[in-house]
């Protein structure tokens, strides 16, 4: 199973370091920029856009505050 998950503040940063705890192979996205380097060096993937990220993935979890930070993800 590959997982996407959006928004890596707390919440989204803990989930995702979970799933690659437990071997899933797992693409992360976040607006701000950095925020998926320490979980890149775990082995994640990072997405250079929220589309791309849902795209790479069979289960998205969204870490968002509001719909615009992941306007976008579900069309081009």
Do not use: F, H, Q
Not at 27 to 49: D, H, I, K, M, Q
């Amino acid at each position: 199973m590959r997982v996407t998950v959006l928004g890596l503040g707390s919440m989204g940063s803990a989930l995702a370091g979970a799933l690659l705890d437990k071997g899933v192979e797992t693409t992360v996205w976040n607006r701000s920029a950095g925020r998926a380097a320490p979980l890149v060096a775990r082995g994640a993937r990072e997405a250079a856009t929220p589309l791309e990220a849902v795209e790479a993935a069979d289960v998205v979890i969204a870490c968002v505050l509001d719909y615009d930070a992941v306007r976008g993800c579900w069309s081009p």
